[in-house]
């Protein structure tokens, strides 16, 4: 089965069974796979689904510095409340990971080298902004981070129970000079 054919036929299982499914974007599908490939400094890495997020992070760090990774997820499509588990792992060019900005209804933990948050209640147009910074150590080379959703309606989902589920994501490189 050709690559549009699975894609679809993984589209309209989702749909039958009453998920949402988040796709890799077309910029970075096309991308061949022997080039790296490293997101500008003003330019967002998304995913594209009923759900949005967006990836924001600068393209170079220096040995001992840090970066600021953006997330924004916006709910696009589905009426009603959601709940959304965010998760993202840290490569081991991360000495430490905190969690800088969130607003009260996102309950947030670091768990090195993983961040895990979940965010309470977006309804159809709502959208919200997670901020984490993560030092870089002293090697060179490129630093990645990956984040990915999932999404639910109900309200007693555990975040344990949801990191289980993630496929896929945004992966976030920036090299250490």
């Not at 993984?10 to 890799?24: I, S």
């Amino acid at each position: 089965m050709s690559h549009l054919p699975t894609r679809l036929t993984a589209a309209a299982l989702a749909a039958a069974l009453g998920g949402t499914l988040l796709l890799q974007s077309p910029a970075t599908a096309a991308a061949p796979a022997a080039v790296p490939t490293v997101a500008p400094a003003a330019a967002p890495a998304t995913a594209t689904a009923a759900f949005r997020y967006e990836v924001y992070f600068p393209k170079y760090v220096r040995r001992g510095g840090y970066l600021t990774y953006t997330v924004k997820v916006h709910n696009r499509k589905t009426r009603g409340q959601h709940y959304v588990a965010l998760v993202g792992t840290f490569s081991s060019h991360f000495r430490t990971i905190k969690v800088v900005r969130k607003p009260r209804s996102v309950k947030c933990s670091v768990d090195r080298p993983a961040v895990a948050c979940r965010i309470a209640s977006l309804d159809k147009g709502d959208s919200t902004t997670v901020t984490i910074r993560a030092w870089v150590g002293p090697r060179r080379g490129t630093a990645t981070a990956k984040f990915g959703a999932v999404v639910t309606d109900d309200p007693d989902a555990r975040l344990s129970e949801l990191r289980k589920r993630i496929r896929g994501g945004i992966k976030a490189r920036s090299r250490v000079l």
